[in-house]
């Protein structure tokens, strides 16, 4: 597998400067308000059933186990954790999709001088919802199959003691996905196209999703993760990615430029 995962991770950290370049913070403004209310009003409905869901997971252990539920606590936690945060970040991402690629947009104009034929203004982006919102469910059902594929594993006597690291570990690579994907459509590249680049990276990748994921789980990171991990991505397209994704090609994959 190529890359490093350390690189991966600096990309995100990178993420935090760039997000404070006065040229960007309008157009981070928008996705990091959006990204604090879904937060927001997702822990306000959550919090109070948290411990609720842990228990009934531990229902499946069997009576003569209890002993060993202190060492299986931390799995089950972050097992919940994980999906908990992964399935706010889906909901964030569909909502602010259009901004995301806005910011996107801006940051690799920023990040190499040149003009990149995107949304251009914020009312653009908000006329490309409904493309943005196809892209998304496009990523959605990439998704779907694995996680049906863990909630398998996680009712699979024995083999469930794996679920928590399965599900950490999908999450860390959908983060890529969904991040990265931004500045490849916003280049018209297709979600195939954007798979097999970071495939190629796979290390890279794979250090910059772990990075995002954890950051979902950090009080106060998490209001901020969804800005600095597009302009993270950002980042990684134009420093790597861009010569490692084929150029653009007629696909069936929705990569139409943003209405005018």
């Known amino acids: 597998m190529k890359g490093n995962p350390f690189t991966g991770f600096q990309y995100l950290l990178r993420g935090f400067k760039l997000i404070r370049q006065p040229k960007l913070r309008l157009f981070v403004l928008i996705p990091l308000t959006i990204n604090c209310i879904v937060f927001a009003v997702f822990i306000a409905a959550t919090v109070s059933k948290f411990n609720q869901w842990i228990e009934s ?3 499946y252990v069997p009576s003569w186990l209890d002993f060993i539920r202190w060492i299986i606590w931390p799995f089950v936690l972050t097992l919940m954790l994980t999906i908990v945060m992964y399935t706010f970040s889906i909901i964030a991402n569909l909502l602010a ?3 995301n690629g806005l910011l996107a947009e801006k940051t690799e104009e920023l990040l190499t001088g040149e003009e990149v034929a995107g949304y251009e203004t914020i009312w653009q ?3 490309s919802f409904p493309k943005s919102i196809a892209r998304e469910l496009i990523k959605l059902g990439y ?5 049906i594929l863990g909630l398998i594993i996680s009712f699979i006597p024995a083999i469930n003691i794996i679920a928590p690291a399965y599900w950490f570990f999908l999450g860390s690579w959908m983060m890529v996905i ?10 018209l590249r297709s979600f195939k196209q954007m798979k097999l680049a970071i495939k190629k990276q796979r290390l890279t990748s794979s250090g910059f ?5 954890v950051g979902t789980m950090i009080p106060v990171v998490n209001f901020l993760i969804m800005p600095v991990a597009i302009c993270g991505a950002t980042a990684y397209w134009v420093d790597e990615l861009k010569a ?8 069936n994959d929705i990569i139409a430029k943003p209405p005018q």
């Open 143 to 147: 998704y779907l199959p694995l996680a």
């Open 97 to 99: 999709s259009p901004f």
């Open 57 to 59: 997971i531990f229902d």
């Open 244 to 251: 490692a994704c084929p150029d653009q090609s007629p696909n």
């Open 178 to 187: 969904q991040y990265c994907d931004y500045p490849m459509d916003n280049n």
């Open 125 to 127: 982006a908000l006329l």
């Open 209 to 213: 999703g772990i990075g995002v994921m």
